[in-house]
């Protein structure tokens, strides 16, 4: 820990900065309430009575805002002053600034008719503001609540570290209890504990306040009481002998397996239907990653090859096909499946294989909407069906059971056979010759080249083997929704695995399956909803922001590979490294 | 003059005989359809015509005239966003992908100034005058966009691998759309309808123009002429192009780098606001959505064109937007492909892919810094 110089003065503060952070929090106020989120996430509810999903997606941004205000950076080598009032006065006065945003839009929107062009300067978004009760009301109430939010932001920095770590984790608690209310209630339902459920949630939805305040107090508490156990468990886990480390891997894995085969059995209908989607997206963003996360492609036209799978199943199954319809079973129909999306893999993938990067991105993206007119024109229809689709994709039978769309368990029980292929065959080809031929054409495809790796041919096997895992999951998809149309195939499909893939973390197994999970799980993919399904059109905003958020802030994703991540952070590295002393004359040449 | 040397001793691959194979069918479907379309033309009865397509009827020649104009028309729209791909590809060697929604912007802020002009009746009374004015509006805003676009996503960015920048770019595009689409709402606007006078059909060399396209060409013709002036003539364009040829060496010589590129970037934002203005005027709708397709099928003139060589997107633009036009009729229908007015757009990604096949600089040539051609 390093020393701290006494807390400075409450009047020397950095102006500038304040006034800067105020704006931006202002500006984002506004244009949150402008595109109508408060007033269309009004009906989700969070604490009964008190707060909805609406208010939430307002009231977060003064907190942060009055947290990174106060935020410094801690240097080597030079003393921070201690955190003191004078920080909760800069954090207070960037939240007030950022009300005053809110409330000079009420004052507008109540003066002034701009409803022709901007959809939501209505009298319900007046009211949201001002919590309908005048607008007087709504003037001073933004200002008070925006330098309340923006003291609290601050304050995560003047209190001790370990109160505020409780404080953080009591909130992020209960929002995930309030955002995962369908899940938790679904799961609970499952396992009889339907007591919980009542006492935690109101009736009509959203926590009750007493459950509310039970749950800070009690997640605060064993926050308080379990600090540094945690950290001693991976310490103790270190320590391991690798044998030893390797059983416990293996014991984990097992557990995790185990559970994750018996989950649905205690979901709903609801859960299970959600559980399948976020398996066809992990299955889209595990072919996705051996693409753009080890070799290094960026292909904006993927979702191509899941229409193909889709395309290739509903025409080999389905009785309604209109050109032919051999109605195979489906175990067969995979395999062809499989050559044909090689077969399409190689043919999409050989004349763009040469190309510079981002050419290739745009020729890709331009492929796979080809492919999504050409299943859509009526040249091709007597084949396809056109915008008719192909309907009637019969379920898949498995001798003992049938997976159908009508019973999404079984759907999830064999999203999750192909799942556990896709992450053998990545978890393989990462180690294999193959793997690292593609990382190091990711890295430098000179060098690469120059070290004897034909990176024409490894190149084209990553498109292939990625054109597998998708046209899997289109299979997959067919078979459970039953019917295929081109508008299931847009190019919006492949920007949201391609967001998945980042966010995730490029080139993990982990990572990717953890982004579809948070992101297809809560958000929603393209057309399926999420637990937060009021999002509804907001989600794409959502999508968007976080993909430019994570290119900025994190383009490693959230669980990093670490090659990866100092391929993104090498001079930081290397800088780290000069700090230390323990620089050699080669890596400087690096940096030069 | 070493790429040369390095193809020539590549040892030949089944990818590049499937390539010469994809080459040679490419070709061959094009004289087979551009031939039964000129037998076709000649007479609608003959054999060769009839074999694939047993309808033909042939075309008109105002007909493949009207086709025509329509395409150098719609191209000079796509040559005018072209410009700004073209510019900031030059200057710092990636796709902005959000280019389209620059686009886009100048079309919705030119759709909420003339209903609110129409409404206010000036825009039947003064015409010229509340053009004018819209026109000044949308470069503004595309302009702040392009700009604030660069300092917010891209600055930060400029040293990081290639690829970064341009997923950062989808994400911001994918951003913008969507918050069109919260702020505005999910209809269809239209602009409200061009006075008589303009619209009525001209002569022109026994062409017959709308009068809406002969404006689409003029103010193209006329911004065009003042980026070439600035880019050419001014010391501003010579910092560009110096900027582009080689930024440290650019800095040395005392141009200052960060400005330069914020310039490239209002300027592109800028001719993309006029393309979104006649956009608007010519297609008289807009919707959140109307930045992506011609947004894609920009950058493709911008490669047809060559990248970084401002002339060349122009007639890059043109061309494809003669081919989008033309083809279908001229080409695939003839091969007798029904319905050949849904496959435009295949028809222009399919440009993209022939003409990075056989010339990846583009027709007139990429003028590009070392490092990017890479």
């Known amino acids: 820990m390093n020393e701290l110089a006494p807390p400075r003065q409450i009047l020397d503060q950095d102006w500038r900065r304040i006034l800067q952070f105020g704006s931006l929090c202002a500006l984002t106020l506004v244009f949150i309430a402008l595109i109508g989120m408060p007033v269309q996430l009004d009906t989700r509810i969070l604490i009964r009575r008190h707060l909805s999903l609406g208010y939430l997606s307002l009231i977060w941004i003064p907190?942060?805002?009055?947290?990174?205000?106060?935020?410094?950076?801690?240097?080597?080598?030079?003393?921070?002053?201690?955190?003191?009032?004078?920080?909760?006065?800069?954090?207070?006065?960037?939240?007030?600034?950022?009300?005053?945003?809110?409330?000079?839009?009420?004052?507008?929107?109540?003066n002034f008719d701009l409803r022709d062009p901007l959809l939501n300067w209505s009298p319900q978004t007046l009211e949201q503001l001002n919590f309908g009760n005048g607008i007087g009301f709504g003037i001073g109430i933004w200002l008070l609540i925006g330098g309340a939010l923006g003291i609290f932001g601050s304050a995560l920095h003047v209190l001790p570290a370990l109160t505020a770590k409780a404080v953080g984790v009591a909130l992020m608690t209960v929002a995930l209890v309030s955002i995962l209310e369908t899940a938790i209630t679904d799961l609970l339902e499952g396992f009889r504990l339907t007591f919980i459920t009542d006492s935690l949630y109101a009736k009509r939805g959203g926590l009750s306040v007493v459950s509310t305040i039970v749950l800070v107090v009690f997640v605060a508490l064993v926050t308080v009481l379990a600090a540094g156990q945690g950290d001693a468990l991976r310490v103790k886990y270190d320590a391991l002998d690798a044998p030893r480390r390797k059983s416990a891997n293996l014991t984990m894995s097992f557990a995790g397996v185990i559970a994750l085969l018996l989950l649905p059995l205690f979901l709903g209908k609801i859960m299970n239907e959600l559980l399948a989607n976020?398996?066809?997206?992990?299955?889209?963003?595990?072919?996705?990653?051996?693409?753009?996360?080890?070799?290094?492609?960026?292909d904006l036209g993927y979702v191509a090859f899941f229409a193909v799978g889709g395309y290739t199943t509903a025409v080999l199954t389905s009785p309604n096909s209109p050109w032919i319809s051999p109605e195979l079973h489906f175990?067969?129909?995979?395999?062809?499946?499989?050559?044909?999306?090689?077969?399409?893999?190689?043919?999409?993938?050989?004349?763009?294989?040469?190309?510079?990067?981002?050419?290739?991105?745009?020729?890709t993206l331009g492929f796979g909407e080809i492919i999504r007119l050409l299943f859509l024109s009526d040249w091709l229809s007597p084949y396809f069906g056109g915008a008719q689709g192909i309907t009637n994709i019969p379920p898949v039978d498995l001798g003992f059971?049938?997976?159908?769309?009508?019973?999404?368990?079984?759907?999830?029980?064999?999203?999750?056979?192909?799942?556990?292929i896709a992450i053998y065959i990545s978890w393989r080809l990462q180690g294999s010759r193959l793997g690292r031929a593609w990382m190091a054409i990711r890295e430098d495809e000179k060098v690469a080249e120059a070290m004897g790796i034909n990176t024409v041919n490894a190149k084209l096997m990553a498109f292939v083997v990625g054109a597998i895992l998708a046209s899997f999951s289109g299979a997959v998809f067919a078979a459970k929704v039953g019917s295929i149309f081109p508008s299931s195939f847009l190019i919006l499909v492949s920007i949201i695995i391609l967001v998945v893939v980042i966010v995730g973390g490029m080139g993990n197994i982990t990572g990717v399956i953890v982004g579809a999970v948070v992101l297809i799980g809560v958000l929603g993919g393209p057309k399926q909803p999420g637990l937060l399904q009021e999002l509804g059109t907001f989600?794409?905003?959502?999508?968007?922001?976080?993909?430019?958020?994570?290119?900025?802030?994190?383009?490693?994703?959230?669980?990093?590979?670490?090659?990866?991540?100092?391929?993104?952070?090498q001079e930081e590295f290397l800088q780290d490294a000069w700090l230390k002393g323990i620089v050699d004359d080669d890596d400087e040449e690096v940096t030069a | 003059m070493t790429a040369v040397?390095?193809?020539?001793?590549?040892?030949?691959?089944?990818?590049?005989?499937?390539?010469?194979?994809?080459?040679?069918?490419?070709?061959?479907l094009i004289v087979v359809g551009l031939l039964a379309f000129i037998a076709q033309q000649i007479d609608n009865d003959n054999a060769f015509a009839r074999r694939r397509n047993p309808g033909a009827t042939g075309l008109t020649a105002a007909q493949v005239k009207g086709l025509f104009v329509t395409g150098v028309a719609q191209g000079a729209m796509y040559g005018l966003i072209a410009l700004g791909y073209s510019m900031v590809y030059g200057v710092l060697g990636f796709i902005n992908f959000a280019h389209g929604e620059v686009f886009m912007l100048g079309t919705m802020s030119g759709f909420i100034a003339s209903t609110k002009l129409s409404d206010a009746g000036y825009w039947e009374s003064n015409f010229i005058g509340s053009f004018l004015l819209i026109i000044l509006i949308a470069i503004?805003?595309?302009?702040?966009?392009?700009?604030?676009?660069?300092?917010?996503?891209?600055?930060?960015?400029?040293?990081?691998?290639?690829?970064?920048?341009?997923?950062?770019s989808i994400g911001v595009s994918f951003f913008i759309q969507n918050a069109v689409l919260g702020l505005f709402g999910p209809n269809s606007k239209s602009y409200p309808q061009l006075p008589e006078w303009l619209a009525k059909n001209r002569?022109?060399?026994?062409f017959d123009i709308p009068g809406t396209k002969i404006m689409v060409l003029v103010v193209a013709a006329v911004s065009m002429a003042g980026l070439w002036w600035v880019v050419e003539r001014t010391k501003t364009g010579k910092a560009m192009r110096a900027v582009a040829e080689d930024k440290e060496i650019a800095a040395l010589m005392g141009i200052n780098v960060d400005r330069t590129i914020v310039l490239t970037f209002a300027i592109g934002g800028a001719m993309a606001g006029i393309g979104g203005i006649l956009w608007g005027l010519s297609f008289r709708s807009v919707t959140h959505l109307t930045g992506f397709l011609p947004g894609i099928k920009a950058f493709t003139a911008a490669v047809v064109g060559g990248v970084g060589n401002l002339g060349g997107s122009m007639a890059g633009g043109v061309a494809l937007g003669t081919a989008e036009s033309l083809g279908p009729q001229v080409i695939l229908e003839p091969l007798g492909v029904k319905g050949v007015s849904q496959l435009r757009d295949a028809v222009a990604f399919t440009a993209l892919v022939v003409v990075l096949l056989f010339k990846p600089a583009g027709l007139f040539g990429e003028r590009l810094s070392e490092d990017d051609r890479a």
């Open chain 1, 331 to 363: 175990g067969i129909v995979i395999l062809i499946v499989i050559v044909i999306a090689a077969m399409i893999g190689l043919a999409v993938g050989a004349p763009v294989i040469r190309m510079r990067g981002d050419y290739l991105a745009i020729v």
């Open chain 1, 63 to 110: 907190m942060i805002m009055g947290y990174l205000v106060s935020k410094e950076l801690v240097l080597e080598g030079i003393i921070s002053a201690k955190k003191g009032p004078r920080d909760l006065l800069a954090g207070a006065l960037t939240g007030m600034i950022g009300g005053a945003g809110l409330s000079l839009l009420a004052v507008l929107i109540n």
């Open chain 2, 203 to 206: 002569t022109i060399l026994t």
């Open chain 2, 140 to 168: 503004l805003v595309s302009t702040a966009t392009a700009v604030v676009m660069e300092r917010v996503a891209y600055r930060p960015l400029r040293d990081s691998p290639r690829l970064i920048p341009l997923i950062t």
């Open chain 2, 5 to 28: 040397g390095v193809r020539s001793t590549r040892r030949v691959s089944w990818v590049d005989r499937f390539l010469t194979t994809l080459r040679i069918v490419l070709i061959a």
């Open chain 1, 278 to 298: 976020v398996g066809l997206f992990v299955l889209l963003a595990l072919g996705l990653n051996i693409v753009v996360g080890l070799a290094g492609i960026l």
């Open chain 1, 539 to 569: 989600k794409l905003l959502i999508y968007g922001a976080l993909l430019v958020f994570m290119m900025l802030k994190r383009p490693e994703g959230l669980v990093p590979n670490a090659r990866r991540s100092h391929e993104l952070h």
């Open chain 1, 401 to 420: 059971a049938e997976v159908k769309g009508s019973d999404p368990r079984s759907v999830f029980y064999l999203v999750l056979f192909f799942c556990a």
